[in-house]
């Protein structure tokens, strides 16, 4: 309702879909539909994943027979590159945040890993701004830009979706593991959370804590110990698919 009808790309496997439909003038969610049923069907997962996946990919079908095409609501390609954008990020974000089925392109990305020298970001990158060139070719320079205003305003509320209230998973390597642990204790209280494992790591902490702390922690941790090394990922109760484990 905000990107299709101005020609807007968005990347991934929706972009590939727009711009087929143009070009074939093919029915939007059938295309969507063939595009990922392949990835659902044939990608390893467990039967509540891949049914999950399925409801949510007809679910999605059926909507966008119904939307598409239609009337733009917002008449002026900006604002709805920009508009569009949030609410597609948005509903990417959580999705990923809770470990489901996102996009065919993911899958193309851990495919192509196993032989390009490249991160699964920096290919899925490669992917999508191949896409939006596409994009470009066919609908002009003009509808290209704000597909690249439409992507990356997803990109920010993608990543903002990803951590507002969440917590994350940080593991700590350090010489003082008891001080520093008690130290963090003192300081953060209920906030944080050790794993219950953590205890057989003679120098290694595990333990969850809210994203708007990451900062102090990490000041902290030099102050207790300068040595020690920390990485932190988001953490997502509900997934057990490695893919969408930031």
Known sequence: MFLSPHQILPGGI?????????????????????????????????VK??????????VTMLFTLLLYP??????????ASI???????????????YGWYVDGVNDVAVYLKKTIRLSIGEILMIINLTILACGGLYFGWDQAIHSVIAYYTAYKAIQFTLEYRSRKMVWVHSEVREKLANALRQEFGQDIAFLTHASQHGTELFFTISHHNI?????????????????????SSASSDPYYKI
Do not use: C, W
Not at 19 to 45: A, D
Not at 70 to 79: D, F, G, H, I, R
Not at 230 to 235: A, C, E, G, L, Q
């Open 83 to 97: 508009i569009g954008g949030v609410i597609f990020g948005s509903g990417i974000g959580l999705i990923v945040r």
């Open 215 to 235: 900062k102090k922690l990490n000041a902290m941790i030099q102050d207790v110990d300068q040595s020690a090394n920390m990485k932190v990922s988001y953490t």
């Open 14 to 46: 929706k972009g590939i879909a727009i711009l087929l439909s143009h070009i074939t003038e093919m029915k939007l969610g059938l295309i969507l539909l063939f595009i990922n049923l392949p990835f659902v069907i044939f990608r390893r997962r467990n």
């Open 70 to 79: 239609t009337q733009p609501l917002v008449s002026e390609p900006l604002l």
């Open 49 to 58: 994943q891949t049914m999950t996946a399925l409801v949510a990919l007809i």
